[in-house]
């Protein structure tokens, strides 16, 4: 299946979400700096060719250099769902 610009620009800024409550909310990570930062900087790629809004965090993702995520609106139920889905998936595969 191929995804759509739109699709990927949601997916990287789901991804950034969850990881970043992981990191600075749970004090735990479970992907490597290195392909945080690889996401973040395809995102921020993405964005900068694809400016147009997609109806998902696009207040919050606007002018986002891909630096950091603690400022992210990480505390959203959705995100912490996902990210304790997650965490249990990693403790459990170990």
Do not use: C
């Amino acid at each position: 299946m191929i995804q759509t610009i739109q699709e990927r620009i949601r997916q990287r800024r789901s991804q950034m979400l969850v990881h970043s409550y992981i990191y600075y909310e749970l004090d735990d990570n479970i992907v490597s700096d290195h392909k945080w930062q690889k996401w973040a900087d395809e995102l921020v790629k993405l964005q900068i060719e694809h400016p147009a809004d997609i109806g998902f965090y696009d207040k919050e993702f606007k002018g986002w250099t891909g630096a950091g995520g603690s400022h992210l609106p990480l505390r959203e139920q959705w995100v912490m769902n996902k990210a304790n889905i997650l965490i249990h998936k990693e403790n459990t595969s170990e």
